[in-house]
């Protein structure tokens, strides 16, 4: 079993910041990318930001410049840093990571229960 439980969120005026985190734990041997997805009323789950066990990460255009996706391996955590937030970015976060549970196994895909984030105009 693995779980990814994010924390971090809630209501924030337009132009603050927040960061989110997810930590994942149980029987985890290595984990692959980790990513924020967000899912706004309405509209469909869209990918925030990922970031590689490497390191390498890529953003959606809407957040570049504002977001950054820093990850602790040691910790197998993400964080979502969200900066110069806008009220178009709220939405529910949800943190994904693709692991693996044993050295011969696939990588597979991991949620968050999410969390919701509000900004004011």
């Known amino acids: 079993q693995v779980q990814l439980v994010e924390s971090g969120g809630g209501l924030v005026q337009a132009g603050g910041s927040l960061t989110l985190s997810c930590a994942a734990s149980g029987s985890i041997f290595s984990i692959n990318s980790m990513a924020w997805y967000r899912q706004a009323p309405g509209k469909q789950r869209e990918l925030v930001a990922s970031i590689t066990r490497g390191g390498s990460t890529n953003y959606a255009d809407s957040v570049k410049g504002r977001f950054t996706i820093p990850r602790d391996n040691a910790k197998n955590t993400v964080y979502l840093q969200m900066n110069s937030l806008k009220p178009e970015d709220t939405a529910v976060y949800y943190c994904?990571?693709?692991?693996?549970?044993?050295?011969?196994?696939?990588?597979?895909?991991?949620w968050g229960q999410g969390t919701q984030v509000t900004v004011s105009s």
């Open positions: 994904a990571a693709a692991v693996r549970v044993g050295p011969g196994d696939r990588p597979y895909d991991y």
